[in-house]
C-alpha cells in the first residue's frame, strides 16, 4: 500500500490526542495553573468515547491532519480519515479499528496494487496489540487502541506549568496553560497513579523514546466546563520535529465502527504465510 499504510501507521503513534474532564471551575482564584491542569486531568478514565480533529507536523509524514472518532468502553474502536499534506495522491488513507483488527484503505491507489483490493488488514490480537504488549515489528500500530486521552495528562508532570490567557476554541471559552516537561518527568509522576493509568501513559512513552524526543512544550486549552478542549504538544524527534494540536469536537456520544467489506480486503497474516508457502 506503500505511502499510505506508512501515513495511516504514523498518525496512529499520534494517536492521535488527549482530552480530560472533571468537575469544579478551573477559574477560581485560589487554583494555581498546575491545580487546573491536575483537575482537568483528573478523570480521563471516565470518558468512553470522543471526536477530535487532528493537525501538524509528524518528523517522516510531514504535514498531517484528520478527523476522528474513537470508543474507548466497552470495548475499543476507532475510525479515521487523514491525510499526508506532503505526500500527494498517496497521502490520504483511512483507518478503522474493530474487534482487535485494524483495517487501512487507500482508496483507488491502493486498489491497483493490490488486484482490486483497497483495505489490508493487521490482527493485532495475534502480534500482541489492542490490549497486549504492542504489534511487534508493525511498532506504531500496536498502539491503535490506546487511549488518545492520555497525552494531555502529561501536562500535569510539567513544573513550570503557567496560565497563559483566555481564548476561543472553535466558539468554546478557553483558558490557556503552557509548560514544559521531559519524559524522564513524566516517568517520575506515573508512580502514584494506578496500574491501568500508569500503563496507558507508558504505552505513549515508549514511543516517544523510539523517535527520541527528550522534551515536549505542551499547551492546553481548558474550558469553563474544565474539559480540554484543545491540546498541543512540540518536541524534536531523531527525525525531525513533532508539532500536533488536537482539538475535541465531542465526548462520550455513541461511536460505532464497523470492518470494511471481506471482499475490499486483503488479510496481512494471510499474505504472509502464503509467501511462507511459496
Known amino acids: ?3 499510505s499504510v506508512r501515513v495511516g501507521l504514523a498518525v496512529l503513534l499520534l494517536g492521535a490526542g488527549a482530552v480530560g474532564c472533571s ?3 478551573s477559574e477560581s482564584p485560589k487554583m494555581t495553573p498546575a491545580a487546573a491542569v491536575a483537575k ?5 478514565e471516565d470518558i468512553t468515547s470522543l471526536s477530535y480533529r487532528l493537525t501538524g507536523r509528524t518528523p517522516e509524514e510531514g ?3 484528520a478527523e476522528a472518532t474513537m470508543r474507548l468502553k466497552p470495548d475499543v474502536a476507532m475510525s479515521m480519515k ?3 499534506l506532503d505526500q500527494g495522491a498517496d497521502g490520504t488513507a483511512e483507518i478503522r479499528l474493530v474487534d482487535k483488527a485494524m483495517f487501512i484503505g487507500g482508496g483507488a491507489a491502493a486498489a491497483k496494487e493490490m488486484d482490486g483490493k483497497s483495505w489490508i488488514k493487521f490482527d493485532l490480537a495475534a502480534l500482541g496489540g489492542a490490549g497486549g504488549a504492542g504489534a511487534g515489528g508493525l511498532g506504531a500500530a500496536g498502539q491503535a487502541d490506546k487511549n488518545p486521552a492520555q497525552e494531555s495528562t502529561f501536562l500535569t508532570g510539567s ?3 503557567k496560565e497563559v490567557g483566555t ?3 472553535d466558539g468554546v471559552e478557553t483558558t490557556h496553560y503552557k509548560g514544559t516537561v521531559t519524559v524522564d518527568e513524566l516517568r517520575a509522576s506515573l508512580k502514584t497513579e494506578d496500574k491501568a493509568t500508569r500503563e496507558g501513559r507508558e504505552k505513549s512513552l515508549e514511543q516517544y523514546d523510539k523517535l527520541g524526543i527528550e522534551k515536549f512544550t505542551m499547551d492546553m486549552w481548558i474550558g469553563e466546563d474544565e474539559l480540554t478542549k484543545q491540546f498541543r504538544m512540540r518536541g524534536q524527534a531523531d527525525k525531525g520535529p513533532l508539532d500536533m494540536t488536537i482539538t475535541f469536537l465531542d465526548l462520550n456520544k455513541p461511536v460505532t465502527v464497523t470492518a470494511p467489506p471481506a471482499k475490499d480486503v486483503v488479510d496481512l ?3 504472509m504465510k502464503g509467501a511462507e508457502q511459496g
Not at 482537568?40 to 480521563?44: E, F, Y
Request: overall charge positive; glycine content about 8%; aromatic content about 0%.
Open 82 to 84: 487523514m491525510t499526508a
Open 1 to 3: 500500500m506503500g505511502a
Open 159 to 161: 513544573k513550570d506549568v
Open 167 to 169: 481564548e476561543k476554541i
Open 40 to 44: 482537568a486531568a483528573k478523570n480521563v
Open 23 to 25: 468537575e469544579g471551575a
Open 269 to 271: 497474516a494471510e499474505m
Open 63 to 65: 504535514r498531517v491532519k
